[in-house]
Nanobody, 115 residues
């Protein structure tokens, strides 16, 4: 079965940085898109950033210029470098990966931005 294992969340002060990592395994098919979503308390889950197998990226407007997504196709990993973090970035961040036969989610990792 497909598993997505996330790491790297935590508590950081405004203006700080965090790096989220996600390792995917167990799929017979390649992950054509990998990415990150987030869900803040009382809000709907929203797309933060995605990256295709070919390296094309897309970002939520609110994180453009601050977050950078990358992936290693050979290792099936996706990372999210988050700089200049703001309190409004506080949320549970979920790794997401899609194949031609399914969509998969990680368990989520908490990111808290507070002084």
């Amino acid at each position: 079965q497909v598993q997505l294992v996330e790491s790297g969340g935590g508590l950081v002060q405004p203006g700080g940085s965090l790096r989220l990592s996600c390792a995917a395994s167990g799929s017979l098919f390649s992950f054509y898109v990998m990415g990150w979503y987030r869900q803040a308390p009382g809000k709907q889950r929203e797309l933060v950033s995605i990256i295709t197998k070919g390296g094309s990226t897309n970002y939520l407007d609110a994180v453009k210029g601050r977050f950078t997504i990358s992936r290693d196709n050979a290792k099936n990993t996706v990372n999210l470098q988050m700089n200049s973090l703001k309190p409004e970035d506080t949320a549970v961040y979920y790794c997401n990966a899609k194949t031609v036969v399914g969509e998969y989610w990680g368990q989520g990792t908490q990111v808290s931005v507070s002084s």
